[in-house]
């Protein structure tokens, strides 16, 4: 087959065509009568199936920015995001679960979908995320750990390509994170959705992560894109902890001892 032929198949080199391809040149943001600022500069990026991937660096670094982009809420940027964000079938989980407390749980899930699909069968998904008990209940019966559950859920439900997600265990504690990350890998066992993870949690990104992107302070550029070979399976604290002390030396000030 040729190259032409690959791509259009959706393989490049022998391997899946990336579902999302980001590039930011840069990007500087300017107000009146103060100096401008330069969150990014030559920061780039793909995003395959079936993968989780963590971006990693220091607070202020440019890391919403960049999901800003990807999502393809602000355009005002040196680069490109290909193919269109809105094409693509991305789905976005922020730190703050964002529900409604008049609504229940089944009604916050159902709101996040089109029109046209809320009425579509959902069991299999609250069963997967523990949440059928709790279908009825409105958000302040539960604790922050099952309400992101919920934004997951309400996420999921729209059966992305794409799964964004923005710090999304940080204030728990370890037995809700730790349920929370088995979840996310869950995820994408079973449907092949391709994940974006932004954290400050260097651990939990080697627990579930293929791939590590380590970003510079501002103006953010990649200092490394990093796969992480060893199947989840066989990943133990040991092992997580050598490749932290191990990433720690290469990337100081990026990488915590």
Known sequence: MSAAGA???GEIGGRPAPLLTVRVDRKVYRKARTEAV?????LAFDLHAGEITCLIGPSGAGKTTTLRILLGLDRDFEGAVMPEPSQVGIAMVFQDPRLLPWRTIEQNVRLGLPRERRTR???ELF???GLSPWRAHYPGALSLGMQRRVALARALALEPRILVLDEPFVSLDDAAAASLRALVVQAVARSGTSVLMVTHNVAEAIEIADRLLLVSPRPAHLLASLSLDRPRTERDRAWGDATRRTLAARFPGIVAQ
């Open 7 to 9: 791509e259009a198949a």
């Open 38 to 42: 330069e969150a990014v500069r030559g």
């Open 121 to 123: 069968a959902l069991d």
């Open 127 to 129: 069963e997967s995320l």
